[in-house]
């Protein structure tokens, strides 16, 4: 694959994830940065942590310390040449577990008051969490007092957690759930089920007098102050001792990553002495991750199992998406029964039929991903002609095959959603637009504000007049109203467009789109340029742009 393509399909892969939607499994992710990193190993995409938040003014938090991400290992060998570069062979490591959550930071002021919960971001600068001081074991004040600290951690919601018996949150990846609830600009109950267990205590004053020497200490001493800390061990590379690299992860392997509450990617280790940290960092560049850690990563447990059938969703571009329906298969201690297959190409690559037996695996214990076929069967599952919602004619389109109609039912119903879901709506998921559009009342997003809501939903079953829950829903999509024209047009769902891509390019307005579609702009070899075109020289997708900028009370 070309270099530039894949940056590109790394930094949407890498967006996506981050703001809790990942498109494909972490070690597909990883493959294709093994990719790049053959083809050229100093790119600039190496040096990104996180995502960009989009978000802007009071919401911004600009970070003292930045956040960065872990270097990557993928087996003991990789641990010790790791230890070898940096000259620290034979040094104590503490080792944690590599929690799947999201990274946040706690800022404390001279008084020990809690001041704000703030996202990693892009490590350079997050965002605040609305109603962070609701969240379990982040104490709003604390014993240090006389200078300012910051507490960082993760955020995640429990494997056990009761918010998964409650059918809406029922098969939701637990990383996603989290991201969700702590997105949303409304106080909600969902917000007690989000845990933070710390595992770092930053003190603006580097002279502090609780500064530890060694990282254990740190921990101990981080959970005096908070009671939800990481376990830690104490490790240094002599093979097959009850304390070793090797034991431990083969022990996380087989018994704590089962045991412990939280979904776990790997182990980080870390030099232990912690004078030598600076040291470390200051003979290498550090602008992705500390030189003094590293992250372990697991090898994705793995079954086999047989494929029942195959079923397709239509998205919001009217691309299909094939998921195998599996026979139930438990991996890491969860039920499997699908696993998505990406796109139409896949599907064809895989040639499955009724009873085909085929490896999955749940990559880094997370996102169920089909590894292989082991044995195919004679009766392959028919290509489908027609779109299973609509019935219009289908095409194929590059790895794609579409639905073109933009009536259809699922098309609209999985673009309005995708609309308030990207502006972080609550009250408005799948089932209340599907009721929606059964009633006759929408055919696209600008008709969720021109058309009585309240009225519709109070004629239809399951929505109480006088009850709470039409109120929320007016309330929600009102609140959506006031955003900027940045956000009306890289949440309208133009293919293959993002809004750092319209940052980057300086378009921000719908003047701008505008202008492409009249043919008046400069780069017109670009693919950004190419999607828009396309996208608003539908003359349906240009009344929709006009009315949702009617509607909208632009920042």
């Known amino acids: 694959m070309d270099k530039n393509k894949l940056v590109k399909l790394l930094l949407k892969y890498r967006k996506a994830y981050y703001e809790g939607n990942p498109l494909i499994s972490d070690e597909e992710f990883d493959e294709l940065e093994d990719q790049l990193r053959e083809i050229d190993p100093e790119n600039n995409y190496f040096s990104l942590v996180g995502s960009k938040e989009t978000s802007s003014g009071d919401d911004i938090v600009f970070h003292k310390y930045p956040m960065l991400s872990m270097r990557k290992a993928k087996s003991i060998d990789d641990l010790y ?10 040094d104590d490591m503490v080792v944690e577990p590599k929690i799947d959550g999201i990274s946040a930071t706690c800022k404390y002021n001279n008084k020990g008051i809690l001041e704000y919960v703030a996202t990693r971001g892009d490590g350079k600068e997050g965002r605040k969490i609305m109603y962070g001081e609701y969240i379990k074991d982040i104490p709003s004040k604390i014993s240090i007092t006389g200078e300012e600290i910051e507490i960082r951690g993760e955020l995640y919601i429990p494997k056990n957690s009761k918010l998964l018996k409650i059918d809406e949150y029922a098969n939701s990846p637990l990383r996603n759930l989290c991201s969700g609830i702590i997105k949303r600009k409304d106080l909600s109950k969902e917000i007690e089920y989000v845990r933070f267990v710390a595992y770092d205590i930053i003190f603006y004053n580097k002279q502090s ?3 530890e020497k060694t990282v254990s200490k740190k921990l101990e001493f981080l959970k005096t102050i908070v009671k939800n800390t990481v376990p830690h061990f104490i490790t240094t590379f002599k093979l097959n001792m009850k304390s070793s690299p090797d034991f431990i992860f083969k022990k996380y392997l087989d018994e704590y990553r089962k045991e412990w509450e939280y979904e776990t990617d790997g182990l980080i280790f870390v030099i232990n002495n912690t004078l030598k940290h600076q040291k470390i960092d200051m003979m290498r560049i550090v602008d992705h991750h500390h030189h003094y850690c590293i992250a372990l990563k697991p090898p994705s447990e793995s079954k086999l199992t047989e494929v029942v059938d195959i079923e397709w969703e239509v998205s919001k571009n009217g691309y299909l998406i094939p998921t195998a329906i599996l026979k139930k298969v438990e991996i890491g201690g969860v039920d499997i029964e699908r696993v998505t297959l990406s796109n139409f190409s896949k599907f064809l690559e895989y040639k499955l039929g009724k009873n085909t037996v085929v490896e999955v695996e749940r990559a880094n214990d997370v996102i169920p991903h089909l590894v292989r076929v082991v044995e195919r069967k004679n009766h392959l599952f028919e290509i489908p002609n027609v779109c299973p919602s609509c019935g219009s004619t289908l095409y194929k389109d590059g790895v794609n095959l579409v639905c073109k109609n933009r009536d ?9 959603y995708s609309w308030f879901s ?20 929408i055919k696209g997003i600008s008709d969720m504000y021109k058309s009585n809501i309240s009225e519709i939903l109070s004629l239809l079953p399951g929505y109480s007049k006088n009850g709470t829950k039409i109120s929320k829903i007016v309330e929600s999509i009102n609140n959506t109203k006031n955003i900027t024209e940045l956000d009306l047009i890289s949440n309208i769902g133009i293919p293959g467009v993002g809004r750092k891509m319209l940052e980057k390019a300086g378009i921000v307005s719908i003047n701008d789109i505008i202008k492409i579609r009249k043919d008046n702009y400069a780069d017109k070899d670009s693919s950004l340029y190419r999607n828009i075109k396309e996208w608003v020289n539908d003359d349906g997708n240009y009344n929709e742009l006009l009315e949702l900028k009617n509607i909208i009370s632009s920042k």
Not at 81 to 90: D, Q
Not at 408 to 416: A, L, P, R, Y
Not at 422 to 441: H, Q
Request: charged letters at 30%; glycine letters at 8%; proline letters at 0%.
């Open 81 to 90: 040449k790791w230890l070898k570069g940096i000259n620290c062979e034979s």
């Open 209 to 211: 007098i609780y500064e």
């Open 408 to 416: 259809c039912k699922d098309k609209i119903i999985n673009k309005v």
């Open 422 to 441: 990207n502006l972080n709506a609550k009250n408005i998921g799948i089932k209340v637009i599907e009721d929606l559009y059964d009633a006759g009342a």
